[in-house]
T-cell receptor, first 112, second 117 residues
Framework: GESVGLHLPTLSVQEGDNSIINCAYSNSASDYFIWYKQESGKGPQFIIDIRSNMDKRQGQRVTVLLNKTVKHLSLQIAATQPGDSAVYFCAEIYTGGFKTIFGAGTRLFVKA | DVKVTQSSRYLVKRTGEKVFLECVQDMDHENMFWYRQDPGLGLRLIYFSYDVKMKEKGDIPEGYSVSREKKERFSLILESASTNQTSMYLC????????????????FGPGTRLLVL
């Protein structure tokens, strides 16, 4: 989920389990969404995107679900691996404008 | 693959110094961005540039300026560094030509961690 104050929410999962990371977005006009992964000491990397005319999109081991009714986005990671440990954050974009709004992120910790 | 590079991974500067952070992208992207990232606050946009010689203020431009003299290079300048500018600085670029499938995707550099003493 989104952060509160200065502390990032943390999700701790066992290696091999599935992970679900949530994001509440703010602008009902947003029509394009991206999930980024940021490993320690690195810049954010694109994982997967979804447009508002879809409610689900699958990639390799990752699935993004979009619920426009409640302005909610989730990232599901199947068979989580230690290399998945990172901060994940969502981005919402209104393609008729210019600005991208980034969420504060969730830290995923994978236990071996 | 898009490559965005930043001139320094780590910088330590003193209060009042002028600081230059350089960013270069190799994909001929029109748009470039500078963000700062602080714990729990997410990415905050400092400045962005639609194209060469163009710049627009983001959400937190105070204390910063930028320069985009060449398409591939976007520089962030701290005119007089202060301790509250200690942060991780991230540069990003985006293809605005309409060629890319995911036109809104921003590609990030590795970041510069700046400490102002």
């Amino acid at each position: 989920g989104e952060s509160v104050g200065l502390h990032l929410p943390t999700l701790s999962v066992q290696e091999g389990d599935n992970s679900i990371i949530n994001c509440a977005y703010s602008n009902s006009a947003s029509d394009y969404f991206i999930w980024y992964k940021q490993e320690s000491g690195k810049g954010p990397q694109f994982i997967i995107d979804i447009r508002s005319n879809m409610d689900k999109r699958q990639g390799q081991r990752v699935t993004v679900l979009l619920n426009k009714t409640v302005k909610h986005l989730s990232l599901q990671i199947a068979a989580t691996q230690p290399g998945d440990s990172a901060v994940y954050f969502c981005a919402e974009i209104y393609t008729g404008g210019f600005k991208t709004i980034f969420g504060a992120g969730t830290r995923l910790f994978v236990k071996a | 693959d898009v490559k965005v590079t930043q001139s320094s991974r780590y910088l330590v500067k003193r209060t009042g110094e002028k600081v230059f952070l350089e960013c270069v992208q190799d994909m001929d992207h029109e748009n470039m961005f500078w963000y700062r990232q602080d714990p729990g606050l997410g990415l905050r946009l400092i400045y962005f540039s639609y194209d060469v010689k163009m710049k627009e203020k983001g959400d937190i431009p105070e204390g910063y300026s930028v320069s985009r003299e060449k398409k591939e290079r976007f520089s962030l300048i701290l005119e007089s560094a202060s301790t509250n500018q200690t942060s991780m600085y991230l540069c990003a670029s985006r293809d605005a030509s309409g060629r890319a499938r995911s036109q809104e995707t921003q590609y990030f550099g590795p970041g510069t961690r700046l400490l102002v003493l």
